[in-house]
């Protein structure tokens, strides 16, 4: 993507993707300041969105979460900035969903989004163009990618002998109650029968060790749907895969999102 990059956040997914394109600016938070000036000599890392929207960038790659969004993302587009959002699950809910489509046509910006750790969005989205009848998307993780969440209270996740359904709902209620695993959920939602209509289903698996599985089918009117990612986790964060941050290095170097907004 030409242009100055900006990044928000510089953790698993931002060191990787500093790490393979060339930014301009990188926000972090106070704390995190001189560790991140000394791993990027060079670049410009600041604290507020203001000092990073003073460094001109022509997109802002989000790399933080789902707060790092409802934080910056409406001030990055009143700024005249596009915005790539990997943590698509901010966008389970409606309302804020809406107030940023609104804030991007205010500002004739776009709101980009990369496929993250899945395949087969554009397969989807043809299908959604002739008529979708359902869609569901599987997410299957290790027992310990599902601690700290809801699961770890209504499971023993460490006792599972079998692949387990911890959670089964539509895509906004996974993306609220799963923040930091269900991303994905909303990114399939944007892209097919939307957040109320999209079946998700939520697998703890002791059989995987090092990788999560990501399924999504569907069925229209045009034909059917079914494909399957296999990735490695982030080695310090097993909620994600580590080609999460690759899907933003891809949609920066090439500059196709797989998705924009509105």
Known sequence: MSGRIGLIGFGAIGQVVASEVDVAAVLVRDRYLESARRALPGVAVVASIEDLLATGPDVVAECAGQPAVREYGEAVLAGGTDLMVISTGAFGDQAFLDRMCAAARRAGRRILVPAGATAGLDGLMA?????????????????????????????????????????????????????????????????????DRTQVDLVADPALTTGNIGRIEASGRLGVLTVEMAGRAAPDNPKTSQVTAYSIVHALRSGRAVMALP
């Open 127 to 195: 299908l959604r163009e002739g008529g979708l009848d359902w869609v569901r998307y599987t997410s299957s993780k290790p027992p310990h990618a599902w601690l700290d969440t809801p699961a770890e209270r209504a499971f023993r996740l460490e006792a599972l002998s079998e692949p387990t359904v911890i959670h089964s709902g539509p895509a906004h209620e996974a993306a609220r109650l799963y923040p930091k695993n269900a991303n994905l959920a909303v990114t399939i939602a944007l892209a097919g029968l939307g957040l």
